[in-house]
């Protein structure tokens, strides 16, 4: 049974249970996706209102962009459990043997590298949120403009929690090139969010 | 039916919809709560390993607090919505003669009120979950760390989310003696917490 197939309790309580997935990298993707939801429900509150008629085919875009990103994202958390898990089996492959050991390493080490281009997907599609959110505040239906706001703080969740799995994940590879790629991506994709969030949320605030 | 016993992948779809509830003080309080759930999860990650003996009471206490939070986080959730369909109905009330026009104003305001107060309550508990954080990362399980630091993400998010709510009804509130009082409990729940988000942030990436 997919994760996302699971009542919201039970998805809260194997959280909290020291079984190690879900964890923090599918919770980045939730958050992610709750606030490609909420992007994409300013949207629904906005097509088919009079007053924002000549706002209508851009708020159609932004809704067909915020629908995809969402199921991006709920891909994307069943993506990091599977990640994981593929981790914990090569981590509990024999090593015995010195060969045994070497290819445990190897495994180990690819597995390890899926398990960092998730939340890196993760961490990009969450920008790709961030961008829908401010077109959202200022086009959107106003009596949802709080929500487009507490969209843009979910998907910035969403980016730093991604990003620590990325960088948990960099900590103990040891392919230097592709650590050396990985975080260059991870750093432009950091870059001026906490501002642009900051950004956002003032522009909330100011209409409430 | 609850919120939280729908599968999470039908919270997405009605949060996306055009329906007024489930919406940002929803998500604030989910948010709160996945927050918890993490950092159940490192003290439950934690608790019974021996070389974390030394800290067996301490996280324990942790994990009580967290596990109080998370159930008060999932409630509010409930009640947001609850709240929210309480304001709606007050804004149907009929509206014809000077009587009921009055009578409506009453019954709004005072629904308006209780729409203040669940996501002022969602902030407050939101800010307790922030509080466990750094001890979590500090004391829990070291190959957790990244977890307690997604936990205080989506905690401030939590708080900030709903302090969008608090503002957003407390703009609509005539009692003036009320409006002061919230506001000023919401300022001090916000202050120096965007610093404390980063600190914790800054000191797991640092382990990582």
């Not at 851009?58 to 459990?81: C, H, K, N, P, Y």
């Not at 392919?175 to 991870?186: G, M, S, T």
């Amino acid at each position: 049974m997919k994760l996302v197939d699971k009542p919201v309790t039970n998805f809260l309580d194997e959280l909290a249970s020291n079984a190690p997935a879900p964890g923090g990298g599918s919770v980045a993707a939730l958050s992610g996706a709750l606030g490609a939801a909420l992007v994409s429900m300013v949207c629904n509150l906005t097509l088919g209102k009079k007053a924002y008629a000549d706002v209508q085919d851009e708020i159609s875009d932004l809704l067909a962009e915020s629908e995809a990103l969402r199921e991006q994202l709920t891909g994307l958390l069943e993506e990091d459990v599977k990640a994981y898990t593929g981790y914990s089996k090569a981590a509990k492959m024999p090593r015995g043997t010195a060969e045994e050991k070497a290819e445990r390493q190897v495994v180990m080490q690819a597995a390890l590298k899926v398990a960092t281009d998730v939340p890196l997907s993760i961490a990009e599609t969450a920008v790709k949120v961030m961008d829908l959110c401010m077109p959202a505040a200022e086009k959107g239906n106003k009596w949802a403009v709080s929500d487009a706001g507490v969209a843009v703080l979910m998907a910035e969740a969403a980016l730093r929690s991604a990003a620590l799995n990325v960088l948990i994940n960099l900590g103990t590879l040891k392919d230097k090139e592709f650590v050396a790629d990985r975080r260059a991506k991870l750093d432009a994709l950091l870059e001026g969010k906490g501002t642009m969030r900051d950004e956002i949320y003032d522009y909330v605030a100011s209409k409430l």
